[in-house]
């Protein structure tokens, strides 16, 4: 069975960092594009950012994460990252990571076909 298990939220303070790791299993890593998405309170489902695991190539959905946030991949472990730097109060949300059987998924949910159970990041104002 395809499984993906997103860890590593919290509480930070503004300003400081997190890393989201995603833990997958049950297919061929090189083989499935890998993207991160978060939901705020009340808010819907956007995405993040994904990866490419086969080459590493990213992309980041919009402005306000960029320079920011970064997504890596270890292939060694099957596990895609999230590293979140400069954390303010509006990125609040639970995140989550999903996977499609594609070279890259791109940061629309409705590409993907597999989710972890989100982890929480919580930074105060």
């Known amino acids: 069975d395809v499984q993906l298990q997103a860890s590593g939220g919290g509480l930070v303070q503004a300003g400081g960092s997190l890393r989201l790791s995603c833990a997958t299993s049950?297919?061929?890593?090189?083989?499935?594009?890998i993207g991160w998405f978060r939901q705020a309170p009340g808010k819907e489902r956007k995405g993040v950012g994904c990866i490419s695991p086969s080459d590493g190539s990213t992309y980041y959905a919009d402005s306000s994460v960029k320079g920011r946030f970064t997504v890596s991949r270890d292939g060694a472990k099957n596990s895609v990252f999230l590293q979140m730097n400069t954390l303010k109060p509006e990125d609040t949300a639970v995140y989550y990571c999903a996977s499609v059987n594609a070279v890259i998924g791109g940061t629309v949910s409705g590409s993907y076909d597999y989710w972890g159970q989100g982890t929480q990041v919580t930074v105060p104002a």
């Open positions: 049950g297919f061929t890593f090189d083989d499935y594009g």
